[in-house]
Structure formats: structure tokens, C-alpha cells
């Protein structure tokens, strides 16, 4: 059985030791991505 690649992103957040610096991260970046219009639409 093969392991699909893992994309950058779920890398980048797995390489954080501590949760709480990861939800800050992904709170953070959605923020980012609304406010240059790239967030989801509601």
C-alpha cells in the first residue's frame, strides 16, 4: 500500500510541535487570505 505525498502546507503545520501555534497559523493565514480576496465565500 502506498502513502500519498503529503502536500507543503500539512508539512509545514505538522513540523510544529505545539497545537496552539498551529491553530494561531491557520487562523491567521485564512484571515490573510480573506482580506486579499482569496478566502471562502460565504
Known amino acids: 500500500m502506498e502513502e500519498a505525498p503529503l502536500d507543503p502546507w500539512t508539512l509545514f503545520l505538522?513540523?510544529?510541535?505545539a497545537p496552539m501555534t498551529r491553530d494561531r497559523?491557520?487562523?491567521r493565514v485564512a484571515?490573510?487570505?480573506d482580506f486579499i480576496g482569496l478566502g471562502?465565500?460565504?
Not at 14 to 17: D, E, K, L, Q, V
Open 31 to 33: 484571515k490573510f487570505f
Open 25 to 27: 497559523y491557520k487562523t
Open 40 to 42: 471562502k465565500k460565504h
Open 14 to 17: 505538522n513540523a510544529m510541535r
